[in-house]
Structure formats: structure tokens, C-alpha cells
């Protein structure tokens, strides 16, 4: 264990909510080596913010919306942070643009740390940062953060943590108060996402709304199961029309009033079907047996880490077609767009289910 007195370390974690879980590892590390160091993060989204304040890891979590609030604003904001001097900024991975470095540049500090992109680096700035670790399309984006802070603040190889997500009592006890309340009696609970970013067209990597129907209904008529459909106030729309595909009773839409309180609920769940989405490491956060559908995404970024999982995914000659960069999500084939999801089934992703939960198909 080292000290570091004398460091003062700002985290950007600008990008998605489950990008913000998955550097939580990292911060671990961190704040085990150098636990007088002063930590500060900021972020864009409320559920990145939950995260990492359940986290207890650094000094001050700030949330700042640079999008809504513009760059006169946020250029002031930015500049401001450079009056505390830090020696250190982290740029979470993955942040491939160029505003993402542009902001780490003007905080000044001394050590800047990033990825080395493979695509679009140059384009991008990430010259601007001075400490840089090359990506790799075969690593976690796990093992990429924790590389990373290795490599900015001299840490020697060592575990692999996992996520960190800590449930309040609070939201735990309204979890349990919520499955008292519904008292399905079925087996099993087994959870669903049927949502994901809609940024940068990635409404194209979601599963069709009515196939989470289809096999919702199938689960609960057939297999004995409650299903609960998750998502936040964004999706309400969503999980309401996948409901209203259904017609048992035991499917239902849940309207948690935190990401925190989604999490507990979750943490209860025998298993957790799921988009390619924040609400995916959540469940792997929770330690739930979890089975991700993956269509254009490079599922060595962004697999369940360390829990139970099994990946439904047609695996095309195609895939995967989505890697880290500002472009658009786009889909290249003539025959079927966007074929690894359109033509992926409930039946493959029930049996997928079934290799976690063997019991479900009795």
C-alpha cells in the first residue's frame, strides 16, 4: 500500500451508466493503494452518480450535464476544476471523443491518463492525454480501467475485483416489501430488460419488445416463473407494451424510484434477461445469474463480469460490428439489417436460460 498524500485524482466518467459500474473495480484499486489521496469524480447521469457515491471510494462525486447545460457553461465548469490542481485525470474507458479529451486537457493536470483507441484516436485528440494504454478488442473493459490505473499510478498486477454496487438497507427492505406485496407464488422470479442507450442509434441493439413478450408469456404459463420487466422512467412506454403483449398474470412492470432500489429487486431475481445495457452489469454487480443478448456489441468489452452468465448471440461471420468510436451504430448487410438481433429467437435465448436454471425446463 502506498500513500499518496500528495495526489489529487479527477475521474471522468462521462459515458454510460454501466461504463461508470464497470470502472469501479479500478477506483478500488486506487483508493486501496493510496487511501489518503484525494478522489474526485465527475459524471453525466444520475445512475453513474448512485453508483459511484454507494461506492464510498471518493472524496466527492459531481454531477455536471454538459450536454443540457452547453459549452459556454461547461467550459466555465471545466476551468473551474483546474483551481484544485490535480495531478492526476482519468478518462474512463470507453470515452472516444474528442470533447472527452479536450476537457481533460484544460482541467491541467499533470498526468492525463486514456486509452490508446485503435480507431479514431488521432481524430479523437487522444494525443492531449500523456499517460495511455493501448486497447485491445480481446480485454473487458474491466481489465482495460484497471490497466490503465496500473500504469498511471505504479501498481503492481493483482486481482481482479469485482463490481461494486452498494444496496442501502433502505432499498433492500423495499425490494423484499415488493415481492411481499406481489406474493406470486411461482418458483422462480426471473427478471427482464428489455431496453438499452438509444445514443448513436444503439436502439438497433435491443431485442425485439415483443419477443421479451413472447417469452415472458412462455416462463410464466408454462415454467412456473414471475416475470419482472425492469427499465427506467425512460422505458416506461417500453416495458408497458411488452406487458400488454402478455397476457398472464404473473408478468408485471416494475417502476422502482431509484437505480438502487432496481438493484435490490434484481438481487432477488433467480436470473436476469437482458439487452446488451446498464441494467446487464447491474445484475452482474448482484451476482445474479444473468443471460445477455449480444448482437452487434464485441462481447469481450462488456460479458457479465463475475457472475453466473450465458450469452445468447447468433454469433454471425459479421460480428462484431460495434466497436468504441464517436460513429454511429450501422449495419452493413444486404440481406437482413441488423440480422444478429432480428433473427435471434426466444427459443435460443430460453435455452440459454435454461443451462443457468436446468431445473426451468422440467
Not at 469485482?162 to 415481492?179: E, G, K, R, T
Request: proline letters at 5%; hydrophobic letters at 40%.
Amino acid at each position: 500500500m502506498q500513500t499518496g498524500k500528495k495526489h489529487k485524482v479527477l475521474i471522468f466518467a462521462l459515458s454510460g451508466i454501466g461504463d461508470a459500474l464497470m470502472f469501479t473495480p479500478a477506483l478500488r484499486l486506487l483508493r486501496n493503494n493510496f487511501p489518503y489521496a484525494e478522489i474526485d469524480v465527475i459524471v453525466m447521469y444520475k445512475g453513474s452518480e448512485e453508483i459511484l457515491r454507494s461506492t464510498g471510494l471518493a472524496d466527492k462525486v459531481v454531477r455536471f450535464d454538459f450536454l443540457k447545460e452547453g459549452p459556454f457553461r461547461s467550459l466555465s465548469f471545466v476551468l473551474s476544476l483546474g483551481r484544485n490542481r490535480y495531478s492526476h485525470a482519468i478518462n474512463v474507458y470507453p470515452s472516444n471523443r474528442k470533447e472527452y479529451n479536450i476537457i481533460s486537457f484544460l482541467t491541467g493536470a499533470v498526468r492525463r491518463g486514456a486509452v490508446k483507441y485503435i480507431r479514431r484516436d488521432l481524430t479523437n485528440l487522444g494525443f492531449l492525454n500523456n499517460v495511455t494504454v493501448r486497447e485491445d478488442d480481446t480485454r473487458h473493459n474491466v481489465e482495460t480501467n484497471l490497466l490503465l490505473v496500473r500504469k498511471m499510478f505504479g501498481i503492481e498486477s493483482g486481482d481482479k475485483p469485482p463490481l461494486i454496487f452498494n444496496i442501502s438497507d433502505d432499498s433492500n427492505a423495499w425490494a423484499v416489501d415488493y415481492l411481499k406485496k406481489i406474493n406470486s407464488g411461482k418458483k422462480y422470479i426471473i427478471g427482464m430488460h428489455p431496453g438499452c442507450s438509444t445514443l448513436k442509434n444503439h436502439i438497433k441493439r435491443r431485442w425485439e419488445p415483443e419477443k421479451f413478450a413472447d417469452l415472458a408469456e412462455n416462463l410464466s404459463v408454462h415454467h412456473n416463473a414471475s416475470v419482472l420487466i425492469f427499465g427506467g422512467p425512460e422505458e416506461d412506454e417500453l416495458k408497458n407494451y411488452v406487458k400488454s403483449k402478455t397476457t398472464a398474470p404473473d408478468i408485471r412492470v416494475v417502476n422502482a424510484p431509484s437505480l438502487a432500489k432496481s438493484a435490490a429487486l434484481i438481487n432477488l431475481c433467480h436470473a436476469f434477461v437482458t439487452n446488451d445495457s446498464s441494467l446487464m452489469h447491474v445484475s452482474a454487480a448482484m451476482g445474479v445469474r444473468t443471460v445477455a443478448i449480444i448482437g452487434p456489441t464485441n462481447t469481450s468489452y462488456i460479458y457479465p463480469w463475475q457472475t453466473e452468465h450465458r450469452i445468447a448471440a447468433l454469433n454471425l461471420e459479421c460480428a462484431p460490428c460495434f466497436f468504441y468510436s464517436p460513429k454511429p451504430l450501422s449495419c452493413t448487410r444486404t440481406d437482413v439489417q441488423y440480422k444478429c438481433i432480428k433473427e435471434l429467437m426466444p427459443e435460443h435465448v430460453f435455452s440459454k436460460l435454461t443451462e443457468l436454471l436446468p431445473d426451468l425446463a422440467d
